[in-house]
């Protein structure tokens, strides 16, 4: 157990509709981190927070946004869906400022978009 | 920007056998951070292994460890006595280790190989 939750596991909807991906990091991580993994692909950097701050961000989508809250959890929201913006996405936490740590990843969200 | 290159979309080896994944990067920076991460069927990303780019000497954590050629940006990972749990996708990522102002300590990851262990 890597100690990032995520939630929902499994998230069905249709084109055009909005949804919120949570992710609640380990006790004590700072930094959050998102990642978009679509099939045949690696894992794309979306967006990074830093003690509810935007730190760097990806190739994200100006349809997508996210936040980070002052209990450190966050959220991406994905609006006006896509077909191809089915994936499994993924969030990520690491001890602040610290290069040589690595990320520790939740079990992410599978997002299917029909 | 850095990019992180797995040209072995696939490899196969039969357990208790060595077989080493190919990762080679670009990079202008002299400072840096690699990594190894497995994600098996369960989609988990766990960290295998990691490397500091000042440190010569080669990571090594159990059955894992890494060969880093820093002039030739190449850092393979070699898997020894291959068990059936082994089995899953890596990937090899890479994270700046340059502190500038509104630097990101974000990885960035090649797409990946699929190790498969034959019984």
């Known amino acids: 157990d890597s100690g990032v939750t995520q939630t929902p596991k499994h998230l069905i909807t249709a084109t055009g509709q909005r949804v919120t991906l949570r992710c609640s990091p380990r006790?004590?991580?700072?930094?959050v981190y998102w990642y978009q993994q679509s099939l045949d692909q690696g894992l794309q950097f979306l967006i990074q927070?830093?003690?509810?701050?935007?730190?760097a961000k990806g190739n994200i989508l100006e349809r997508f946004s996210a936040q980070q809250f002052p209990d450190l959890h966050s959220e991406l929201n994905l609006s006006s869906l896509e077909l191809g913006d089915s994936a499994l996405y993924f969030c990520?936490?690491?001890?602040?400022?610290?290069?040589?740590?690595?990320?520790?990843f939740g079990n992410g969200t599978r997002l299917t978009v029909t | 920007a850095q990019t992180v290159t797995q040209s072995q979309p696939e490899m196969s080896v039969q357990e208790a056998e060595t077989v080493t994944l190919s990762c080679t990067y670009d990079?202008?920076?002299?400072?840096?951070?690699l990594f190894w991460y497995k994600q098996p069927p369960s989609r988990q990303m766990i960290l295998v292994i990691r490397?500091?780019?000042?440190?010569?000497q080669n990571a090594t954590e159990n059955r894992f460890s890494v060969n880093f050629q820093k002039a030739a940006k190449s850092f393979s990972l070699k898997i020894s006595d291959s068990q059936l749990g082994d089995a899953a996708m890596y990937f090899c990522?890479?994270?700046?280790?340059?502190?500038?102002?509104?630097?990101?300590?974000?990885?960035?990851f090649g797409k990946g190989t699929k190790l498969t262990v034959n019984p």
């Open positions: 990522a890479y994270r700046s280790g340059r502190r500038t102002q509104g630097g990101s300590e974000k990885l960035v």
């Open positions: 927070y830093y003690n509810g701050e935007e730190r």
């Open positions: 990079t202008s920076e002299s400072d840096y951070y």
């Open positions: 006790s004590g991580d700072l930094s």
């Open positions: 990520a936490s690491s001890v602040a400022q610290a290069y040589n740590s690595p990320l520790h």
């Open positions: 490397q500091e780019a000042y440190k010569q």
